[in-house]
């Protein structure tokens, strides 16, 4: 794992709630109330790229930036999910804001006893 993975990865398991899985193809996928809100994988240079949740208005000002698009299979269905694959336009702290943002919006979605559980574990 590079600095950057690591340090996103970090990130991510810092957050409320969090559990992390590998899956498809050795992606790390990064859950909360087994909601998917971010995935860590790598492309054929073994370059990381961060793939979240975004809002529509995120989505519409982010997906045609340079180092931004709209995340392969899940965008292509429909879902609002970027990928960053270089920090041209949204550098890490950004994206670390995005990610943040990404896990309140699946968080919201979840419901209230599933949000409850999770803020109050046993």
């Keep these: 794992m590079d600095s950057l993975s690591k340090e996103i990865h970090e990130f991510c398991l810092s957050l409320l709630g969090v559990t992390h899985v590998v899956q498809w193809g050795g992606s790390d996928v990064y859950k909360v109330g087994g909601k998917v809100f971010a995935i860590i994988s790598t492309d054929s240079d073994n370059l990381p790229r961060v793939t979240f949740k975004a809002s529509e208005m ?3 000002m982010l997906k045609n930036e340079p180092g931004m698009r709209p ?19 949204l ?8 990610v943040r943002q990404s896990h309140a919006m699946v968080m919201a979605g979840l ?3 599933k949000r409850l559980a999770l803020q109050n574990p046993a």
């Design 111 to 113: 419901s209230k006893k």
């Design 58 to 60: 995120s989505f519409e």
């Design 91 to 98: 550098d890490d702290a950004g994206l670390c804001d995005y």
């Design 71 to 89: 995340a392969p299979y899940l965008a292509s269905r429909g879902f609002k999910w970027l990928q960053r694959f270089d920090d041209r336009t």
